[in-house]
């Protein structure tokens, strides 16, 4: 079965940087997307952008570009999603989840970035 | 982009059917049939309901259906069931492998 397995929950200060790492298994990882996706306590989904694990050409948000990077490893299987320069309105869960041709058709459990001074 | 525009409540009884409107423009949902629907309890991770603007994955109730028209997609959902209390989000594919959310909808009053 598909499982997209994320790493555990950061507390970061503000001006910092958080990886977040989501490894996969039960399908082959290079057939598809990664995308990140992230939600704000009480708020709504964020698209972030996404990766291909096949080449690794990447697509981030406007409003992300230039403080997000997100890499794949094929040899183990693992996405990644780095954000810089983390502020206040950074605290968030962070989604990996797999996509397909228009939508996004299995997710990992999130990850906590909590950023506080 | 903007965010996709959904109500911020809808209210309905056990075995009513309710319907939950995203409405976008012309480069989003009105240029592509790539609109998805997803719903969240508190405290889980989003599940895919509808894909393709109509298409239901396997094991999703055939309570949920999608449709569009123009630049406004639709998630109505029929017999409604305790269990369906949740939120729900659109999402359209917006052109150049971007992706936009709607604010989501809670679903509520079950």
């Known amino acids: 079965q598909v499982q997209l397995v994320q790493s555990g929950a950061e507390v970061k200060k503000p001006g910092a940087s958080v990886k977040v790492s989501c490894k996969a298994s039960g399908y082959t990882f290079t057939s598809y997307g990664i995308s990140w996706v992230r939600q704000a306590p009480g708020q709504g989904l964020e698209w972030m952008g996404w990766?291909?694990?096949?080449?690794?050409?990447?697509n981030y948000a406007q409003k992300l570009q230039g403080r997000v990077t997100m890499t794949t490893d094929t040899s183990t299987s693992t996405a990644y999603m780095e954000l810089r320069s983390l502020r206040s309105d950074d605290t968030a869960v962070y989604y990996c989840a797999r996509l397909v041709v228009g939508a996004i058709d299995y997710w990992g459990q999130g990850t906590l970035v909590t950023v506080s001074s | 982009q903007s965010a996709l525009t959904q109500p911020a409540s809808v209210s309905g009884s056990p075995g009513q059917s309710i319907t939950i409107s995203c409405t976008g423009t012309s480069s989003d949902v009105g240029s592509y049939n790539l609109v998805s629907w997803y719903q969240q309890h508190p405290g889980k991770a989003p599940k895919l309901m509808i894909y393709e603007g109509s298409k239901r994955p396997s094991g999703v109730s055939n309570r949920f259906s999608g449709s569009k028209s123009g630049n406004t997609a639709s998630l109505t959902i029929s017999g409604l069931q305790a269990e369906d209390e949740a939120d729900y989000y659109c999402c359209s594919y917006a052109g150049s492998s971007s992706y936009v959310f709607g604010g989501g909808t809670k679903l509520n009053d079950l």
């Open positions: 990766i291909s694990a096949y080449n690794g050409n990447t």
